[in-house]
Every structure is written in structure tokens, then in C-alpha cells.
């Protein structure tokens, strides 16, 4: 069992829905990570997202663009953030951790590389945004040579057929992208939501996170209740951007703003728990 | 040669949109299925006789073609060598090649029931044209452009404002012709429904390399068959610029299985390739994934994209359609550059010499066809794509010679 099944089965067995948050790796700067990564763990996060930034990130609004933007003043690559990682690690074993990104500065780096190092660092699971299952059975056998994961984005607009096919490739959780458009967008309806979710577990074993437009705590709570695991990044990365002069506040910030979410998920599930008894 | 001339061009791309290890479909889950949607109404209406006739009609009465073949006598007798023709893709409406492909993919759109088109636009001119296809069929129309190039460009932006098209400015970015592309995309993804994104070149995901390499292939016939009729053979060799590569790919496809006719395709040399102020991926770059294909792009060691430059707004794009970077391959095309100075030089040259002023994108490819025709002699022939006309430039022209407008 690896750390992210560990985890999901942890949170089964407590009743609790995973929260995955998502920062841009070396945004507002390099330092800065590490110490974003121990404080939403503290802040109640289950796994951690962390994406590589990219010149141009086409599925992203133009907060996490942003983020991108201010990483690369420092010239953030894909090896300086598994140092991170590496870093991270050295204090925290069990917290699975998962890289998002765009195939291109993966495909530069080299696929074999990469996983290696990845899977050295500590890196638990590979999410490529821009790479759809027909192009990726190279990639994908070297992920699962080095016991990576590969994390699939499931949409609104992907049919029944397509989901059963990404379901097969997929490992550690399968992540529904929870409306029409970018990351940022607004607009999020539940009980789409809980439909399309439902379509995804005929299909799946694995455990369902929901992404996209998940802007609050308040949100968080409800998506809880129909998903396995809640993604928030965006919001996140807004409330990074908005306090990167001052670290201290931003720390504090963010540890605060993921406790919400965290809570307000807790009572989601214990409200769920209460509702199926009866 | 011999192991060149056994591919069967028409066969490419395959069922998935690869040229060889090139092109494919790089998106996000979200555009798989309108992409796949895509794929289908165009694999049913390029075989749809109404369709075809309709396309057809609009080409020859409100495009205005066929476009000449000009025999440029002038400019040739001067430069002492081959005799060059002039496609004259900018006698087209709108003054460039770019509406044989937005009036296509229009009318498709208006087949599929979609209401809403949007583009990304580096010159202006794939903006024009989507704007006055929009206008003609009476579709909404957004377009996407960098902040960079509407102040470059903003005769362009005010032509598309005037054709009732809403030009969004992209601050994102190196606020060129690539951003513009990622907020099409993201437009496209939050309004799939009722939205059709008109990819302005050869570029993009299955099947947009394909499908707009189709819709220009009309420029390649044409000039297959007036060359024939007016010399009673194919030319030596056939010359256009490549930014996307779309003119090019126009008027290369019906020439490929030709094999005594050399393809040059011209890459924007900007200040020089040597200090890397240039858009020239094909000569420079390497293999990568970006916008939705894979393809030769312009990127640094990490694998982010460059910043390019080159003096015309529509050749400053860091990637090229991923049939080209196969041609590239496989040898059947030869990929030169031509810089600012030479684009410029030959902008200036055919003005004087035939009274004909070209986009700055196609006098790229005339600043080779006059490299090329130097070396050659006056029994043989060249065909140069004229893309596009230069009014838009004047005043990037002016600004360059010190002069104010």
C-alpha cells in the first residue's frame, strides 16, 4: 500500500474526506514552499498538490498563471522542486504528495528521469494536465515502473465509454473536474456534481476528488459531502498572492484558510453520517 | 530520394492526428470531447456535397477567387535569375489567405448549431477574417489578442471592433500570439457548448493541423493548375513563410507528391538566428508539446517557452504546425529564415518593382525567393505565396525608417 491509498483508507476509516490543496511550487518564491507545505499540513491537509510552473499553463485561470509567472522570475524547475520535496520530507513521511504540471518541461527532463527522481524525492503520485490517455502509455509505464501513480482529470464533457478507459490506467484517486473551464472559474453546482460522481463510481473503485471552483469553506463542506476528497487552488494560491510581502501573515493566512475548510468538511461528514441513519 | 518519394503524403495524419511523431491532441479532459465532436462533423461534412458546393460559392463570390498567379517580370528581370509568380492570396477579402480557412471553419460551425465563435489573432489578419465571417453569418465573435500586439497592430483591432467582433487585449505572459492561443483555449473550455474556437493556422490538436491545412489547400490547386496552363509545367520550387505554417501548407500539400518541385518553407529570422531575438523553431528549436501538438518549438532547458521576435506580428510565434516539423524530417521541405532586414529590403523591392505592397509576413518568403532566384536562370521557375498585403504595416514600416504617421 502506498502512501496515498494509506491515507484514503485512513480517512475512510475516520469518517473524513480528504483535503487536497494546491500551490504552485516556488511561488511567491522559493523558500516559501517547504514551509506552505508543513503549514497546510497543519492547517488539516491530507495530500499535497504541488504544481510545476509553466510558461504557458492553457487549463489554468489567471490566478494560478500567475503564480507560475512569479515562480519563474526564480527560474523553479522540475528538479529544484523535488528538492522541495526532498526537503518536505525530511520532516513529514506519511503526507502523500502529488506533482501537477504540463507534459512539456516533463518531456524535456526526460520520462524516466523524471519519474526516478520523483519517486527519490518522495513524490507519491503524477498528474499531467495537458496529456489525455491516448497519448500516454509510454509515460504512464514509466510512472508504474517506479511506483508512481498516475492521477487522471475526469470532466464534465467526458462520456461514459472515456471514463470507464481513463479509469483503467488511473491509480491513488481519480479527480473530477467539477465545472466548465479553468481552474479559478466560478459557478459550481452540486448536484451536477453529485450526478457526475456517481457516473465515475460505476466506473471506479478508486476514491473520487472534486476540483475546480471550490472557492470557500462553505463550498468545501458540500462538495465533502458527494466526493472522497475536495481539491482547492485557486483560492488558495489568491490568498498566497495576496499576502507574499508579508510571510508571517501569509502563513497564518493560509493555515487559517485551509482550517476552515477543514472543518467545515468534518461537519459535512459528520451531518452525512447522521443523515444515512436515519 | 528514392526512400522520400515512397511516402504516401495523403495518407498523413493518421486516425489520432500524428505526422510521423508529430501533431497529436495535448489538452486538458475538458476539450477531448469537443475536439472528438470536431473531429466527427468535419470527417462528415468535408464529404458532404452541400456543404463543399456552399464552401465553394462563398470562395469564388465573396472571397473573390480564384486568386491570381502574377508573373512578377519586373522584380524577376531585375534580380537577373528564375522567373518568380506571385500567388495572390492578398487580392483575397480581407487581404490574405487566412479567410479560406475562417470560411470553412464558419460554415462549419454553423452546421454544428454552434453560435458563438472565438479566435486568437497575432497580426490581426486570422482576426479580421473571423470577425468578417461572423459578420457574414451572422454568429457572435470574440477575439483574443496580446496586449502587445493590439498596440502594434490597432488598425487590425479597429477593423474587427467595426465588424461588431469584441477584441479582448491578453495581459498574460509575453503578451503575444501565444498567450492570445492559451485564452482562446480557456475561453473555448468554459464555453464548449455553444462556442467554436477557429484556430487561425496549422497548428492545435487533432484535427485542426489537418483541417486547416485542407481549407488552404484551395491556394496549392490553384496554383498547380495556373502554372500548367501558363507554362505547360510545375514550377522548380514553391516558396512561403511560416509562422503557424498555414499558407505555406496551402500551397505545399498539392505539390508534395511532386517530387521535382522543392518546397522552401521561410521562418522569421528576426534580428539573426545566432543571438536569439527570432522565430525560427524549425531552424532553432526542438521537439516538444505545446497548444495541443507536438511539434519543434522554441524553449529553454527546463522546457518553458521563449519570447520570440520577429517585425511581423504574424510570423512571432514560438511553435510551428507539427506537419512542417515532419516535412522537416523526413527532407521533403526545406526550412530557411529570412531576418527583419531582408523582409524588409524585399518589402520595399516588389513596392517599387511591381506596385504590388506585400504583408511583412510574406516578404519573408519574397527575401528568399530572391535569394533562390539569384542562383537560378530565367528558363526556370518559382512560385512565392504573397499571403497577405502590406497596408497593415505601414505604419510598423514608417516607425522602423524613423518616420511618423
Same mark, same amino acid.
Given at each position: 500500500m502506498n502512501r496515498i491509498e494509506r491515507r484514503f483508507a485512513a480517512c475512510r476509516e475516520h469518517g473524513r474526506k480528504a483535503l487536497i490543496p494546491y500551490i504552485t511550487g516556488g511561488?511567491?518564491?522559493?523558500?516559501a514552499t517547504v514551509p506552505l507545505l508543513q503549514t497546510l499540513v497543519e492547517g488539516g491537509a491530507d495530500i499535497l498538490e504541488i504544481g510545476i510552473p509553466f510558461s504557458d499553463p492553457m487549463a489554468d485561470g489567471q490566478v494560478i498563471q500567475a503564480a507560475c509567472e512569479r515562480a519563474l522570475v526564480h527560474h523553479v524547475n522540475i528538479r529544484r522542486i523535488l528538492e522541495m520535496v526532498r526537503e518536505f520530507r525530511t520532516?513529514?513521511?506519511h503526507t502523500p504528495v502529488v506533482l501537477m504540471g504540463y507534459l512539456n518541461p516533463i518531456e524535456q527532463m526526460g520520462y524516466a528521469a523524471f519519474a526516478q527522481e520523483a519517486v527519490a524525492a518522495g513524490v507519491d503520485g503524477i498528474l499531467c494536465v495537458d496529456l489525455p490517455p491516448e497519448e500516454s502509455q509510454f509515460f504512464v509505464e514509466m510512472l508504474q515502473e517506479n511506483q508512481l501513480d498516475p492521477i487522471w482529470l475526469i470532466a464534465p464533457t467526458t462520456q461514459a465509454e472515456r471514463i470507464r478507459r481513463i479509469c483503467e490506467v488511473a491509480r491513488g484517486f481519480v479527480y473530477y473536474v467539477s465545472l466548465k473551464g479553468v481552474t479559478g472559474a466560478d459557478s459550481l453546482s452540486v448536484s451536477d456534481v453529485a450526478v457526475h460522481v456517481a457516473n465515475i463510481r460505476a466506473a471506479t473503485r478508486l476514491p473520487v476528488g472534486v476540483g475546480f471552483g471550490i472557492r470557500d469553506a462553505a463550498a468545501a463542506g458540500r462538495i465533502a459531502g458527494v466526493a472522497d476528497a475536495v481539491v482547492v487552488g485557486s483560492a488558495l494560491v489568491a490568498q498566497i498572492e495576496a499576502h507574499q510581502s508579508e510571510p508571517e501573515v501569509m502563513y497564518a493566512v493560509v493555515r487559517e484558510f485551509i482550517a476552515d475548510m477543514r472543518r467545515a468538511m468534518d461537519a459535512a461528514a459528520v451531518e452525512t453520517a447522521l443523515g444515512g441513519e436515519r | 530520394m528514392s526512400s522520400k518519394v515512397s511516402?504516401?503524403?495523403?495518407?498523413?495524419?493518421?486516425?489520432? $492526428?500524428?505526422?510521423g511523431r508529430y501533431g497529436g491532441r495535448f489538452v486538458p479532459e475538458l476539450l477531448m470531447a469537443p475536439l472528438e465532436e470536431l473531429a466527427e462533423a468535419y470527417a462528415r461534412y468535408r464529404e458532404d456535397p452541400r456543404f463543399l458546393a456552399e464552401l465553394e460559392a462563398d470562395l469564388v463570390h465573396y472571397v473573390g477567387r480564384p486568386s491570381p498567379l502574377y508573373y512578377a517580370q519586373r522584380w524577376s528581370e531585375q534580380l537577373g535569375g528564375a522567373r518568380i509568380y506571385l500567388k495572390r492570396e492578398d487580392l483575397n477579402h480581407t487581404g490574405a489567405h487566412k479567410i479560406n480557412n475562417t470560411m470553412g471553419q464558419a460554415l462549419l460551425a454553423a452546421r454544428m448549431g454552434k453560435t458563438r465563435l472565438v479566435a486568437e489573432t497575432g497580426a490581426g489578419q486570422h482576426g479580421v477574417a473571423t470577425a468578417t465571417v461572423a459578420a457574414r453569418l451572422g454568429l457572435e465573435c470574440v477575439i483574443y489578442m496580446g496586449a502587445a500586439d493590439v498596440q502594434r497592430q490597432s488598425v487590425n483591432v479597429y477593423r474587427m471592433r467595426l465588424l461588431g467582433a469584441k477584441v479582448i487585449a491578453v495581459e498574460a505572459g509575453t503578451r503575444t500570439l501565444k498567450d492570445a492561443l492559451n485564452e482562446a483555449f480557456r475561453d473555448w473550455a468554459a464555453n464548449v457548448d455553444d462556442t467554436f474556437y477557429i484556430i487561425?493556422?496549422?497548428? $492545435?490538436?487533432?484535427?485542426y493541423p489537418a483541417m486547416v491545412r485542407d481549407f488552404q489547400t484551395v491556394i496549392g490547386h490553384e496554383a498547380r493548375r495556373q502554372i500548367l496552363e501558363r507554362e505547360g509545367r510545375l514550377p522548380d520550387a514553391l516558396v512561403a513563410c511560416v509562422g503557424g505554417g498555414s499558407n505555406a501548407m496551402g500551397l505545399f500539400h498539392p505539390f508534395l507528391a511532386d517530387a521535382g518541385v522543392r518546397l522552401y518553407g521561410v521562418e522569421a529570422g528576426g534580428e539573426g538566428l545566432a543571438g536569439g531575438r527570432h522565430a525560427a523553431p524549425l531552424a532553432t528549436g526542438r521537439p516538444g508539446v505545446l497548444h495541443g501538438n507536438r511539434t519543434y518549438l522554441m524553449e529553454d532547458a527546463d522546457g518553458q517557452i521563449l519570447p520570440t521576435h520577429s517585425i511581423s506580428a504574424g510570423l512571432d510565434y514560438p511553435g510551428v504546425g507539427p506537419e512542417h516539423a515532419w516535412l522537416k524530417d523526413v527532407g521533403r521541405a526545406e526550412y530557411v529564415d529570412a531576418t527583419d532586414q531582408e523582409a524588409l529590403a524585399a518589402f520595399h523591392a516588389l513596392t517599387r518593382a511591381e506596385g504590388i505592397m506585400p504583408a511583412l509576413e510574406s516578404a519573408h518568403a519574397l527575401a528568399c525567393a530572391d535569394r533562390l532566384a539569384r542562383e537560378m536562370t530565367p528558363d526556370q521557375i518559382i512560385v512565392a505565396n504573397l499571403s497577405g498585403r502590406g497596408d497593415k504595416d505601414i505604419n510598423t514600416v514608417a516607425a522602423l525608417e524613423g518616420m511618423e504617421l
Open positions: 511561488d511567491p518564491q522559493p523558500d520532516d513529514d513521511v | 511516402i504516401n503524403y495523403g495518407e498523413f495524419p493518421d486516425a489520432g $492526428g500524428h505526422f487561425g493556422t496549422v497548428a $492545435g490538436p487533432h484535427p
